[in-house]
Each structure stands twice: as C-alpha cells, then as structure tokens.
C-alpha cells in the first residue's frame, strides 16, 4: 500500500482533497503499512511546517462546576466535579502562569475556564490578563471559555486574544450521546463567531468517545469545512466518575493512524497532538511528531503530563526543533527548563 499512502500525499501537497475512502483507508492501513503512512504524512507536515514544533501550555483558569454535561469530562457538576469550584484565577495568577510557559520556550499559552459561556467578570479578568501578558512577552495567546456572542469575541480580540478554541469533540450525530446541554451547532457557531471577530480558531475533538469510524471521518471533514487554524487530537483518557469512565482506551497503532488521517485531510493545518497522547501513544509518543507539529506540554486541565524537559528532550533527540512566537526557529534545550520540570499534581475528583 505504499504506493497509495504516497498518492495521497501527493494529493494534499497539490490542495485537493482526499476523498472519504481514502481517509477511511487510512484508519484501517496494516502494522506493515505503519512506517511508509507515517513517511507519507510527514511529507506534507514537512512541506508546510518543516521540522519545527511549537509547545502549548494550558493554564485552568478557572476549575470545576461547569454546568455542561460533557460525559468525558470531570469538571461537569453533573458528575464528577473535582471537589468544590476553584474561583477565577486573577489577573497577577493568569500573567505568572504565561511567564512559565514563555519560560519553557511555549509559543502559545492558553487560558481556559470549565463554564458555559464567560461571565462579564470572568471576561474582564481574561481581558485584563491578555492586555498585560501581550504588552510584557512575545507569545501568542489562546482563549478556551465556551460559547460565545460577537460582542464577548470581540472583546477578546481587542484585548490582545489571537486565538479561540472550542473544540467539535465529535461528530453532529455522535454529539447528542455525550452532551445535552449545548448542541454541535452551538459549538460550530462559536467557531464562526470568533472567526469573524478576527481570531484564528483551534478546534477539534477528542479520539475514542465510543464514534464509529464514519464520525471519525465525519469530524475530520466538518473542521475541513469551517476551515479552521489549528486542530488538536485528543485521546480519551476516560476519568473516574464520569459517564465514559470505562471506556477503553486507544490502541498506540489507531492513534497514529488516525493523526495520520487529520494531516492528510488537513495538510496545512496546525495540528496538535494534544491530552490522552501520554498514556495512549506511551514509547510511540516521538512518532506522533511526524503528522502533527504541537504539542501541549506541562500538563493538561485536571490531569499531569509530560514535562517540559521531556518534550525538550524527545524534540531534539528526534532532529526537530522548537518553532517561537515570533517565528525564530531555536534548538530544544532540555536542561535550559529542567527547573521547570516538576510534574503538575493530579487535582482531586470527587466520587459518588
């Protein structure tokens, strides 16, 4: 099948669009198949990215009691909040959080909150922060604060607020069995508005909710369709006390593949390989740079990950390097952030 993974490479490096077969092609290629798809995917990666790769930091802004009924997700105080709701972070807590990340070499830091939509304080609280992290450091900001209305967009983006992420999570026929309180569309909505308030929008989805590989396609087509920015790929890390929480997880080789399937259907695209990739993709991890160029480091939302010193040291062993904000592409430098490096403690969840 060799043949055929370069054929499609070629296709997206010419900007047509494979066709659904062939990204379903994909999923389904061989072990044998696994080094030459991966060849394949690198070559558009490398055509449009070369061997740069940007870090992300997360930072929770705000934690818990979010009125949504993500069943993945244990923030929910449908389910599983982690105890009690942790209040907004302020504006001096949100601006130290963005030092650390520009201190791990981090292109993008993230500000999110676990809510339905921002609150007028909590907007002026993101506001405040942006303005202050925008005038101080070079790095690109990211925003992830649920459901929008132009006028709150807007304001983000005037603030200093280059992108917004609001993640389709799955298809639109998958959606309603895993949320209930906010429909697909509203999140493609959003999606619209933050484009249209002048933001570059990350939006994508989580791998492993119990879709079919039809809702796979489904969403990877939907986000080629809205024409978004940036596309992070989750993998389930299914959460005690959530309604997912048995759920199994990805297997190392479909993970790949279908970050493989992403690229190829987005060639140009900012393509993270973001939560779940460490305890899914395990000693596979450094492969995963070969369709996506990001990754989040230091950690997720409620859970830890892999360290900035580990991400320095998997990017530079692999030949890659670290891509800026400002564009400058630097070497990794493990032991310039092993200070950094403490792991981020596990927030507590609260069972029944």
């Given at each position: ?20 077969d062939a990204a379903r092609a994909i999923l389904h290629a061989g072990q044998d198949d696994t080094l030459t798809l991966l060849d394949a995917a690198f070559r558009v990666r490398r055509a449009h990215w070369g061997r740069r790769v940007s870090l992300h930091v997360l930072e929770n802004a705000k934690l818990g009691a979010c009125p949504e009924d993500c069943g993945f997700c244990s923030q929910s105080q449908k389910h599983a909040s982690p105890s009690g709701e942790a209040p907004l972070k302020t504006v001096d807590e949100l601006v130290d959080a ?255």
């Amino acid at each position: 099948m060799s043949n055929t993974w370069s054929e499609l490479a070629d296709t997206a490096l010419a900007g047509q669009l494979i066709t659904r077969d062939a990204a379903r092609a994909i999923l389904h290629a061989g072990q044998d198949d696994t080094l030459t798809l991966l060849d394949a995917a690198f070559r558009v990666r490398r055509a449009h990215w070369g061997r740069r790769v940007s870090l992300h930091v997360l930072e929770n802004a705000k934690l818990g009691a979010c009125p949504e009924d993500c069943g993945f997700c244990s923030q929910s105080q449908k389910h599983a909040s982690p105890s009690g709701e942790a209040p907004l972070k302020t504006v001096d807590e949100l601006v130290d959080a963005a030092r650390r990340a520009h201190a791990t070499r981090a292109k993008r830091y993230c500000m999110v909150t676990a809510t339905r939509g921002p609150s007028q304080r909590d907007l002026d609280t993101i506001c405040a922060a942006a303005a202050r992290i925008k005038a101080e450091m070079d790095i690109e900001l990211c925003a992830s604060l649920g459901l929008l209305t132009e006028a709150k967009a807007a304001r983000l983006a005037s603030a200093g607020v280059d992108r917004f992420n609001h993640n389709l999570e799955t298809s639109e026929r998958h959606y309603g069995a895993i949320v209930s309180t906010h429909t697909w569309r509203d999140r493609v909505e959003t999606v619209q508005i933050a484009k249209r308030a002048g933001m570059t929008t990350c939006c994508g989805g989580i791998v492993g909710l119990g879709e079919t590989d039809d809702d796979l396609l489904d969403l990877a087509f939907a986000l080629r369709e809205l024409d978004v920015d940036s596309v992070p790929v989750n993998f389930l890390d299914a959460r005690p006390g959530t309604p997912l929480a048995s759920y199994p997880r990805v297997e190392p080789g479909f993970a790949l593949r279908a970050l493989c399937m992403f690229r190829l259907v987005h060639p140009r695209t900012d393509l993270r390989v973001a939560g779940g990739r460490e305890l899914t993709l395990r000693t596979l991890q450094v492969m995963a740079l070969y369709p996506a160029n990001s990754i989040f480091t230091q950690g997720y939302l409620t859970t830890g990950g892999a360290t900035p010193f580990d991400d320095h040291q998997m990017i530079r062993d692999a030949g890659f390097e670290l891509e800026l904000a400002s564009g400058e592409a630097v070497p990794a430098d493990p032991q310039a952030v092993a200070q950094l490096s403490a792991r981020k403690p596990l927030l507590p969840i609260a069972r029944d």
